[in-house]
């Protein structure tokens, strides 16, 4: 059983920066992804970016190059740096857990555990 716990959304303007968290707690970090979903109004969830216990970092062509996923390991945390930020980032973003390859999380649409979401909202 993996607990996930976001914090750092919030309301910034289109072109600023955010920083998103995500504290896991359980058993076993290290066998599990860990990554970023989201869900706009209206949408379906989406895959964001992915990272393994090993550092093997996977992202959603919509926010490469502006977001960067990293993980401390002693910590047991993940964050997403967003930078860039546009309107359609606008979404409620989900960290995630599981023990399948990140490369997969995107056909796979879904993972094992979920935290609560945190919003994250951009205007323009």
């Known amino acids: 059983q993996v607990q996930l716990v976001e914090s750092g959304g919030g309301l910034v303007q289109a072109g600023g920066s955010l920083r998103l968290s995500c504290a896991a707690s359980g058993r076993a970090f290290s066998s599990y992804v860990m990554g970023w979903f989201r869900q706009a109004p209206g949408k379906e969830r989406e895959f964001v970016a992915a990272i393994s216990w090993f550092g093997n970092i996977y992202y959603a062509d919509s926010v490469k190059g502006r977001f960067t996923i990293s993980r401390d390991n002693a910590k047991n945390t993940i964050d997403l740096q967003m930078n860039s930020l546009k309107p359609e980032d606008t979404a409620v973003y989900y960290c995630?857990?599981?023990?399948?390859?990140?490369?997969?999380?995107?056909?796979?649409?879904?993972?094992?555990?979920w935290g609560q979401g945190t919003q994250v909202t951009v205007s323009s």
């Open positions: 995630a857990a599981d023990k399948t390859s990140g490369r997969q999380w995107s056909s796979r649409g879904t993972v094992d555990y």
